[in-house]
């Protein structure tokens, strides 16, 4: 499956942006997909992640109440609502997705298919 990260950009502190993550090549809903971000000098970290039918979401404990993962498969579209943003968001935005049919998970190490990016920057 191919993925095309796309929908950031520059904001102030406290503000809203929405990222997209458009999938081709293959049955959209047969694969979870992932948010994972990566600021300068800092490792790769889990944001956020969701099952296949968009039953399950996981979110890493700094975006909780934040960041909001959802999907719609007739659009083979992942989205990830960013609102509050901080300053410490401020980084590259990735999706992946799995293999096929696999649930979520956190760990980066098991998604097989990895979009382009899109930079996020939050400003104070």
């Known amino acids: 499956v191919q993925l095309q990260a796309s929908g950031g950009g520059l904001v102030q502190a406290g503000g809203s942006l929405r990222l997209s993550c458009a999938a081709s090549g293959r049955t959209f809903s047969n694969y979870a997909v992932a948010w994972f971000r990566q600021a300068p000098g800092k490792e790769r970290e889990f944001v956020a992640a969701?099952?296949?039918?968009?039953?399950?979401?996981l979110y890493a404990d700094s975006v909780k109440g934040r960041f909001t993962i959802s999907r719609d498969n007739t659009k083979n579209t992942v989205y990830l609502q960013m609102n509050n943003l901080k300053p410490e968001d401020t980084a590259v935005y990735y999706c992946?997705?799995?293999?096929?049919?696999?649930?979520?998970?956190?760990?980066?190490?098991?998604?097989?298919?990895w979009g382009q990016g899109t930079q996020v920057t939050v400003s104070s």
């Open positions: 992946a997705s799995r293999s096929a049919g696999l649930g979520p998970s956190i760990s980066s190490d098991e998604y097989d298919y």
């Open positions: 969701i099952s296949r039918l968009g039953s399950q979401t």
